[in-house]
């Protein structure tokens, strides 16, 4: 399986950047693909995850309503809309996928991770 991540950049305070991870190596049904972030210093924490099967969404809080998740079935790619962006969003942005046991927001449920990809929101 490999997750090939793009679409980041330079940004102002209250723009926008949409990130897309093509997905190839394997079928992706039962699968859940997320997006985790990592900032200088911190740990990597999930941004937002969504089921491959049925679209079914999940958003950290700190991104609620100012991120969209989807996925494109027939391009096999995980796409991340981010609008209103802040500078306490810059981080390397990663997109994962996985079969998961228990919990989607874990760092430590995802198997296949893609190469990440750098997100600088300046104020």
């Known amino acids: 399986v490999q997750l090939q991540a793009s679409g980041g950049g330079l940004v102002q305070a209250g723009g926008s950047l949409r990130l897309s991870c093509v997905a190839s190596g394997r079928t992706f049904s039962n699968y859940h693909m997320a997006w985790f972030r990592q900032a200088p210093g911190k740990e990597r924490v999930s941004v937002a995850t969504i089921t491959w099967n049925f679209a079914t969404t999940n958003y950290a809080d700190s991104v609620n309503g100012r991120f969209t998740i989807s996925r494109d079935k027939n391009k096999n790619t995980v796409y991340l809309q981010m609008n209103r962006l802040k500078p306490e969003d810059t981080a390397v942005y990663y997109c994962?996928?996985?079969?998961?046991?228990?919990?989607?927001?874990?760092?430590?449920?995802?198997?296949?991770w893609g190469q990440g990809t750098q997100v600088t929101v300046s104020s």
């Open positions: 994962a996928a996985s079969v998961i046991r228990n919990d989607p927001r874990r760092v430590s449920e995802y198997k296949y």
